[in-house]
């Protein structure tokens, strides 16, 4: 079996632990683009442009379903992806947790990137599953591209501006990037101030799901390991990112069997 994730870069490295810990024998396919990011401050023309290239090269791998893990080419490209995929392979797109997340009632925090901070998209999510929840929206400045980067001052600089910007009485943070659940404690620790640490709210647990159901495989955490691992950056097949080391999550694929 086989699942593939598309990101402008290293977003993805979120959604396969989860994959994994339900079926540790799937095959993963990740296709970044790290000549095209960030796809943030790009028209929505480009971004499809650029994540249609990135499916298309996934596709060639036939995988049983294919994840858009990355929040800003979901929001662009997911119809142009869909059409051009379905129904041969099921194709799952990332949404904020704006729904969950609210569900307490207690202030929201919706950490963004700038780009998506304030879209058409995000405010109906909001107004759809805000759920009656103060929300606030925070845009997110230079947080994707030190995560990508891997600089942890750049990534300290980069939470710290955004918890500033988040209130105070925050009990809850949507997580509306996939790169910043690579960084969660250190958003947790920053947003905490003097009390106690927000909830935090990912995509990629939900989204692995989804991609397994949609994809008609059954969850097996007792399955064997040995799931083995195809990188295409801008298409063609290399190494995951030497910046992938700096995290856990990209740690756990390095030791991977690539697939002939």
Not at 118 to 132: A, D, H, K, T, V
Request: charged share 20%.
């Amino acid at each position: 079996m086989k699942i593939a994730l598309l990101d402008s870069g290293m977003g993805l490295l979120a959604a396969p632990p989860p994959v994994r810990r339900a079926r540790p024998d799937a095959d993963l396919v990740l296709s970044t683009d790290p000549e095209g990011m960030p796809w943030g401050p790009r028209t929505a023309e480009e971004i499809t442009e650029r994540a249609l290239g990135c499916a298309r090269a996934a596709a060639e791998h036939r995988p049983q379903a294919l994840v858009v893990a990355c929040n800003t080419a979901s929001v662009h490209a997911l119809p142009a992806i869909r059409a051009a995929l379905e129904p041969g392979i099921p194709v799952v797109g990332t949404v904020p947790a704006v729904k969950p997340a609210a569900a307490a009632r207690v202030p929201v925090a919706v950490w963004a990137t700038p780009a998506t901070t304030g879209s058409p998209y995000q405010r109906r999510l909001i107004e759809e599953f805000g759920n009656g929840a103060p929300i606030t929206e925070v845009p997110c400045h230079g947080l994707a591209d030190a995560v990508e980067s891997g600089d942890e001052e750049l990534i300290q600089a980069a939470v710290a501006a955004a918890a500033a910007r988040t209130p105070e009485d925050t009990g809850s943070v949507v997580l509306g990037c996939t790169h910043y659940e690579l960084v969660a404690s250190r958003i947790r620790e920053a947003v905490r101030g003097a009390g106690a640490p927000p909830a935090l709210y990912g995509s990629a647990q939900p989204v692995a799901a989804q991609a397994l159901r949609r994809a008609g495989i059954e969850p097996a955490p007792e399955a064997p390991a040995g799931g083995g691992l195809t990188v295409l950056l801008s298409g063609r097949k290399a190494q995951l990112p030497a910046a992938a080391s700096a995290y856990a999550e990209g740690r756990s694929l390095l030791g991977a069997t690539p697939v002939r």
